[in-house]
């Protein structure tokens, strides 16, 4: 479904959805042509020119019928109970958990505060209901660092005891729970959550690390260059603390620090002229930014009736043909021709995301497959919620909703059937898996975030097969992490280019740093991209690198009273931070014979970085 086919249909849709929540959204004053880090340092200034009143979107208690009551207003009043600590990260995603437990392990830090807004840790694996990740074809060996894969690890082993009940098989080593074909592992998002759980019990156990669940940042107080005060509140009780910390890390969903720090970022596609992406636009547009989705599980119960109510906006959606299986069937392969006459096969919808294969295991662990949605169907496209008013966020999100109820309402009643008919009234919404009310995720899956004016930009040249013939990327000798995955695009394209192969890539650790603030780095998918190459960058794995690869660099910057940008002018130092890298297991050159695992690794891994022993040109192999 492109843009296009539903875009005419969408002015009097947010109209009418207007009506329905009883909302004026408020326009932000020359929204289109004000540059994303100008307007944020307009709001910063009127929220500290005004009275300590605060109105943000609490995002997961919004409700579809009443959306604007997730617009919530805390006021501020006396001084609020205040917390010093090393490291405060922000945001407790793939990139923020990882973070703090690379803060916190071996000779870290001795107390780190981390803050997220949800009830859950985890993003996109978790709140964001993704808990097929993206991942790469090396991920089982070489392709992620040493904790991503302990988190793999962790989840296998749950799911290898539930299929020993019963007197079943243990499995093999790499176990796929759902069997799907979008990812070589699956998990419900609650064990997921589970097991970065654990992998922090250690760190909360000492009190090394504090974990403020439910608070969200709102305010900023900077002062020669640095971070002094965060000021967070709790979306529940409205409680108030201000963090004080030596240094900090954004690892929110969207970036959120950036604005309220006044750090320079941009946010939706710049124009061609600025970054060289071919398919960038000509003209900047900060409105055009990836889809969000809500994604949701279901249960295959045969047999069954669990036709959920119309949700708003069904017959609209419907009608701009934007629920689409997309040519595949729901449980068998499809044959599909081609213009030029070649025949190809699409697997099963069904599987592309499937949880768990109830296969697996015995009957009393699971009687019925579980699948997770999150199709082109539920994408919601050219509604941005970075730098708008709180109501037209609420606004936006709860649309979200309505589309992703939408999908699934037509799965159950107008999905074409395999064995002909109409609809799968056995799919029953799983809110038990998803930890929320109505079924769908707890928070929006986010695509793209706010992004860091960085030293450097990574461009879609730097990464893309096209523009590279080597068997790797661009090299980067500040490397801190590596990543591999296609230009995934889900949105306005103005010219053909999203979906481009890429070559396995490095994270140089110029595209995590600035020059103005020196207790400040990313740590999630808002750093030093563009619109196109965020794409390749968004990912689970990559998140999760770029979040481990801040942390080493705050503890070494903290330890050594350096600002990043000092650590990176010297070749000395730089060593020093990717030598402490390889040795905790973090990948720095792609090696497709190199697992963190390997004795050799952390050698291999040195001797290619700093040049004494350079990769081969044509080949992934160390041998």
């Not at 080593?173 to 019990?201: M, T």
């Not at 500040?478 to 306005?492: A, C, E, K, L, W």
């Not at 689970?540 to 070494?556: F, M």
Request: aromatic share 8%.
């Amino acid at each position: 479904m492109s843009f296009s086919a539903y875009h005419p249909i969408w002015s009097w849709l947010a109209a009418a959805f207007a009506l329905l929540c009883l909302v004026t959204p408020v326009k932000a004053a020359e929204d289109s042509k004000l540059k994303p880090s100008r307007q944020a340092k307009r709001d910063t200034q009127a929220h500290t020119a005004t009275s300590r009143l605060f109105q943000i979107v609490d995002i997961e208690s919004l409700d579809l019928q009443n959306p604007e009551a997730a617009c919530k207003s805390f006021a501020l009043q006396g001084k609020p109970q205040k917390i010093k600590c090393a490291l405060l990260i922000l945001g407790g995603g793939m990139g923020g958990v990882a973070a703090a437990l690379a803060a916190t392990r071996g000779s870290g830090l001795d107390k780190v505060c981390l803050i997220e807004e949800t009830a859950w840790l985890g993003g996109q694996m978790t709140s964001q209901g993704v808990s097929a990740p993206d991942e790469n074809y090396w991920v089982e060996s070489s392709g992620a660092t040493k904790t991503y894969k302990e988190l793999r690890h962790l989840i296998r082993e749950h799911y290898r005891q539930l299929g020993a009940k019963d007197g079943g098989a243990r499995f093999e080593p790499f176990l796929d729970p759902g069997n799907c074909w979008v990812s070589r592992i699956a998990c419900e998002p609650k064990v997921a959550l589970a097991q970065l759980e654990a992998l922090l019990a250690p760190a909360i156990s000492t009190n090394r690390l504090q974990i403020y669940s439910r608070y969200k940042a709102v305010a900023v107080k900077t002062e020669r260059r640095h971070i002094k005060t965060v000021l967070c509140v709790n979306l529940d009780t409205g409680k108030f603390i201000e963090f004080a910390p030596k240094f900090c890390l954004d690892a929110t969903e969207l970036g959120e620090l950036l604005a309220l720090s006044q750090i320079p970022y941009v946010s939706g596609a710049e124009a061609r002229s600025d970054t060289g992406d071919a398919p960038a636009p000509l003209e900047a547009n900060c409105e055009n930014v990836q889809d969000f989705t809500y994604p949701f599980v279901i249960e295959l119960c045969p047999g069954q009736n669990h036709l959920i109510a119309k949700p708003p906006f069904y017959e609209e959606f419907k009608a701009s043909g934007k629920f689409s299986l997309c040519g595949y069937r729901m449980f068998e392969n499809a044959q599909v021709t081609s213009a030029s006459a070649s025949t190809s096969e699409l697997l099963p919808f069904w599987q592309y995301r499937r949880l768990i294969a109830s296969e697996n295991f015995p009957a009393s662990s699971f009687a019925n497959d579980i699948a997770m949605i999150n199709w082109e169907s539920n994408d919601l496209r050219g509604q941005n919620i970075i730098d708008q008013p709180p109501q037209t966020v609420a606004k936006r999100l709860a649309l979200g909703k309505a589309l992703s109820l939408g999908f699934l309402y037509w799965l159950q009643t107008e999905a074409p059937r395999d064995d002909g008919g109409t609809g799968y009234p056995e799919f029953k919404l799983r809110a038990d898996l998803t930890g929320s009310p109505d079924g769908l995720a707890k928070f929006p899956y986010i695509r793209e975030s706010r992004r860091l004016k960085a030293q450097r930009t990574i461009v879609e040249k730097d990464i893309v097969v096209s523009n590279n013939a080597n068997a790797r990327a661009k090299s980067c000798h500040d490397s801190v992490g590596i990543g591999h995955y296609p230009v995934d695009i889900h949105g306005q394209q103005d010219i053909p280019g999203a979906g481009q192969s890429t070559r396995p890539f490095q994270i140089p650790a110029s595209a995590l740093v600035q020059n103005q603030i020196a207790n400040f780095l990313p740590a999630c998918k808002n750093i030093g991209t563009t619109h196109v190459s965020n794409g390749a960058f968004r990912l689970h794995p990559i998140e999760w690198a770029i979040g481990e690869s801040a942390a080493s660099l705050a503890v070494y910057s903290l330890k050594h009273k350096r600002a990043p940008w000092r650590l990176l002018r010297n070749r000395k130092i730089l060593r020093q931070v990717q030598n402490n890298l390889v040795k905790e297991g973090a990948p720095l050159v792609w090696f497709d014979d190199l697992p963190p695992e390997d004795n050799a690794f952390a050698a291999g891994q040195y001797l290619a970085i700093t040049g004494i022993m350079p990769p081969e040109k044509n080949s992934l192999a160390f041998r």
